[in-house]
């Protein structure tokens, strides 16, 4: 069991980024330092946390969590679709097929909240193209799940809201591969759904990223994390709901709260440093979230994420030697 002391004591080992030799060329994004050669991608999660798309520093383990609970999820679903990965070095490098990425991410919503309550109550979630349903709740269970898509912006820019029509128009994804992509988007989002129920959480909304490899659609990124996916605990849902209560949420709404209710920051200008006890409780919040999920407890040694990465992917032939 990690005790608050070991994540306390992993606090200056964390994986900021990391510089490798021979591997391919970097392209470092938000969260993961991804290294591509010819047509595979040797993608590192770091164990930076961003939130209004600002990265605010490092999450003990953060990286290791992501990277096993996505292959943890990939593993549930590869009957559902292809996905990219082909290896497993380290337990925050994934070794992946490289796509090319449509330029959508595809997010999934199970529930009215967020960005999305947001914008409905301003009465301003019309970008969608969806006729919304009057009278909804914050909270709120849709009939069934809609996609909300966004454009995958470049670095620094912000991702916005797309309809389906807009997506189509533009010849941003062909008719037959968007159709392909949404389905595949609601066989996975009820997958992950009925599984986190079964472990006691509600998955309300996630993103997924697809791409096209040898000429097939494949799942790329991550999936299901706390980071691309909001979750709730299931207990006590429609009690809250009845309240107009705050959910109990594990995901990074966590830390949106903090930087809002503490330091007033929604992502303009500098974003405040985050204190090391914020930086512990995050990582609780990591680790319970892979807990809960996979049924396992994390466990994790406490020492330098950097060396480690270096060593398995030495061992395993993946940097040039010399
Ligand atoms: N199999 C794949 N083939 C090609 N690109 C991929 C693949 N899997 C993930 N990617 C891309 O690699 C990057 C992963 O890095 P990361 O998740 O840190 O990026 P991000 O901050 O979410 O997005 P951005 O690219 O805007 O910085 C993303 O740009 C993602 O779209
Ligand atoms: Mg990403």
Do not use: C
């Amino acid at each position: 069991m990690m005790t608050d002391d070991m994540l306390r004591a992993q606090l200056p080992h964390t994986l900021e980024k990391i510089d490798l030799q021979g591997v391919g060329d970097l392209y470092r994004g938000k969260v993961r330092d991804n290294y591509s050669r010819g047509d595979r991608i040797v993608m590192i999660t770091t164990d930076r946390i961003s939130a209004f798309d600002h990265v605010l520093g490092t999450i003990p383990f953060k990286g290791e969590v992501l990277s096993r609970l996505t292959a943890f999820w990939f593993e549930k679903v590869k009957d559902l679709a292809p996905t990219h990965v082909l290896d497993l070095p380290d337990p925050s490098v994934m070794v992946v097929k490289r796509a090319k990425a449509l330029p959508i991410e595809i997010v999934i919503r199970g529930y009215v909240t967020g960005s999305l309550w947001r914008d409905y109550q301003a009465g301003k979630a019309g970008a969608y193209g969806i006729q919304w349903p009057v009278g909804l709740r914050k909270d709120q269970k849709f009939d069934r799940p809609i996609i909300t898509p966004s454009t995958k912006a470049e670095y620094g820019k912000h991702d916005e809201p797309i309809s389906e029509a807009e997506i189509l128009k533009q010849g941003l994804v062909s008719p037959e591969l968007w159709k392909e992509a949404t389905t595949v988007a609601h066989r996975l989002f009820q997958r992950g759904q009925e599984w986190a129920l079964s472990r006691g959480l509600i998955l309300v909304d996630t993103k997924y990223e697809m791409g096209v490899a040898e000429g097939k659609l494949v799942v790329i990124d991550e999936i299901h994390t706390p980071d691309s996916s909001r979750y709730w605990i299931a207990d006590g849902y429609e009690e809250r709901f009845a309240k107009g209560a705050e959910q109990e949420m594990l995901d990074k709404e966590n830390i949106r709260q903090w930087l809002i209710k503490e330091h007033g920051f929604s992502g303009h200008g500098k974003p405040p440093p985050l204190t090391d006890d914020v930086r512990v409780m995050l990582a609780r919040k990591y680790i319970e979230v892979f807990e809960r999920l996979t049924g396992e407890r994390f466990v994790s040694a406490v020492g330098s994420v950097e060396e480690r990465i270096k060593r398995n992917l030495a061992a395993k032939g993946y940097l040039a030697r010399g």
